[in-house]
T-cell receptor, first 116, second 117 residues
Framework: AQTVTQSQPEMSVQEAETVTLSCTYD???????LFWYKQPPSRQMILVIR??????QNATENRFSVNFQKAAKSFSLKISDSQLGDAAMYFC?????????????FGPGTSLSVIP | NAGVTQTPKFQVLKTGQSMTLQCAQD?????MSWYRQDPGMGLRLIHY???????DQGEVPNGYNVSRSTTEDFPLRLLSAAPSQTSVYFC????????????????FGEGSRLTVL
């Protein structure tokens, strides 16, 4: 069974600094997708960034980028120029599939605090 | 554009009572799922469905039933509530098959906080 691990229950970062959140996963599949979701105190789940396993290039979305290491089964999220609005729970997620999508498995989450 | 709608947003039950959490989506998504969120445990998959008439168990299915009679609706039933089912529940949907505009992203409802006394 696929599993997703986030080894940092809590992290903090100074405003305007850079922080990296870790995620590792376990799978025997070769085709899958990885996601980072953000959950602010409002409880809303927001997609931050998505990575296809068959693409070697790391995904980026403005201040958010990932370091995808397929062989190591590692998928870390880097937040640059941290802002107060980045304070939230961050969940790493895995989804098997290439031509169709399977169920989505989430990690336990990392709570990120941003210090003014 | 409603997206994924969950009701109720809050509910208090007594042990042994039954209830149904409703989930509806208007995006014509084939895939729908239910998660529960507990502190330190992330989102754990309860049940999911890849289309009308098809359901499957997730990581924590015990104590919950689902059915999928239409593409739009995916209700979650608690037949005999227990205090261990106190949690925040999320319904989420997405496309099942790859398409030019499909990203595999899950679209979430706002969550339902359930307390079982």
């Amino acid at each position: 069974a696929q599993t997703v691990t986030q080894s940092q229950p809590e992290m903090s970062v100074q405003e305007a600094e850079t922080v990296t959140l870790s995620c590792t996963y376990d799978t025997s599949e070769s085709d899958y997708y990885l996601f980072w979701y953000k959950q602010p105190p409002s409880r809303q789940m927001i997609l931050v960034i998505r990575q296809e396993a068959y693409k070697q290039q790391n995904a980026t979305e403005n201040r958010f980028s990932v370091n995808f290491q397929k062989a190591a089964k590692s998928f870390s999220l880097k937040i640059s120029d941290s802002q107060l609005g980045d304070a939230a729970m961050y969940f790493c997620a895995y989804r098997r599939g290439r031509t169709s999508y399977d169920k989505v498995i989430f990690g336990p989450g990392t709570s990120l605090s941003v210090i003014p | 554009n409603a997206g994924v709608t969950q009701t109720p947003k809050f509910q208090v039950l007594k042990t042994g009572q039954s209830m149904t959490l409703q989930c509806a989506q208007d995006m014509n998504h084939e895939y729908m799922s239910w998660y529960r969120q507990d502190p330190g445990m992330g989102l754990r998959l309860i049940h999911y469905s890849v289309g009308a008439g098809i359901t499957d168990q997730g990581e924590v299915p015990n104590g919950y039933n689902v059915s999928r009679s239409t593409t739009e609706d995916f209700p979650l039933r608690l037949l005999s509530a227990a205090p261990s089912q106190t949690s925040v529940y999320f319904c989420a949907s997405s496309y099942s098959m790859l398409g030019t505009e499909n990203t595999g992203e899950l679209f979430f409802g706002e969550g339902s906080r359930l307390t079982v006394l």
